[in-house]
């Protein structure tokens, strides 16, 4: 049963555009979103992070919004550049878990020049 | 700092056989390592929590007897794969905690090991 859903399989942006990738979950127990990035044949990297408690995380280029009562994130990338092209993860705890994260299936985002 | 490795990166063994790979946290100290198993085009599914010094809590669907983990240290954890078999094949990722960092909940991985099982 996916806790963590990313609907769009792929996403293709302008260099300098922004993109967004979005991110759905139904455990309302989680306490804890990251996105991390991943190329192929590598483990994923930590991107950007944020608490429950907070409706948005901002970090050079990458922001991080969530929308609780939606149960909904997103990350925005502005400027995107060709390097940001990468599979995006989304991924969520929860305190009494252990921390352990759920990943979504992963969002494909290629910027073109 | 946060480094992992996993050794080996890429293993092709013989179905029946056993496979070990590492996980080993380079500059930090990790009392928690997660394994995690992703299928082509699918998310990473989690598949234990190794805490060192105890048992590992699996997760539902995963055989504790066909994924054997150790954490011995608080550098390294081990998943060995017995009797290997070509559904086994996968790429196994390995992630860590450290805890001295002040995000409680971020994990490092490891740049993953790819499976094959003739």
């Known amino acids: 049963d996916q806790q963590v859903k990313q609907n769009s399989p792929s996403l293709s942006v302008q260099e300098g555009r922004i993109s967004i990738l979005n991110c759905d979950y139904t455990?309302?127990?989680?306490?804890?979103f990251l996105w991390y990035k991943k190329y192929p044949a590598e483990g994923p990297t930590f991107l950007i992070s944020?608490?429950?408690?907070?409706d948005k995380n901002e970090d050079g280029r990458f922001t991080v919004f969530l929308n609780k009562s939606a149960k909904h994130l997103s990350l925005h990338i502005v400027p995107s550049q060709p390097g940001d092209s990468a599979v995006y993860f989304c991924?969520?705890?929860?305190?009494?878990?252990?921390?352990?994260?759920?990943f979504g299936k992963g969002t494909s985002l290629l910027v073109t020049p | 700092g946060a480094v992992v490795s996993q050794h080996p990166s890429r293993v092709i063994c013989k179905s029946g056989t056993s496979v070990k790979i590492e996980c080993r946290s380079l500059?930090?100290?990790?009392?928690?390592m997660f394994w995690y198993r992703q299928f082509p085009k699918q998310s990473l599914m989690l598949m234990a929590t190794?805490?060192?010094?105890?048992?590992?809590?699996?997760e539902q669907g995963v055989e504790k007897d066909k994924f054997l983990i150790n954490h011995a240290s608080l550098t390294l954890s081990t998943l060995t794969v017995t009797s290997a078999h070509p559904e086994d094949s996968s790429f196994y990722i390995c992630?860590?905690?450290?805890?001295?960092?002040?995000?409680?909940?971020?994990?490092?991985f490891g740049p993953g090991t790819r499976l094959t099982v003739l």
């Open positions: 992630s860590a905690r450290d805890l001295l960092r002040p995000k409680l909940n971020e994990q490092f």
């Open positions: 455990n309302s127990m989680f306490d804890y």
């Open positions: 944020i608490s429950s408690i907070k």
């Open positions: 991924a969520a705890s929860a305190g009494n878990s252990g921390y352990a994260l759920n």
């Open positions: 500059d930090f100290q990790a009392t928690t």
């Open positions: 190794s805490n060192e010094g105890s048992k590992a809590t699996y």
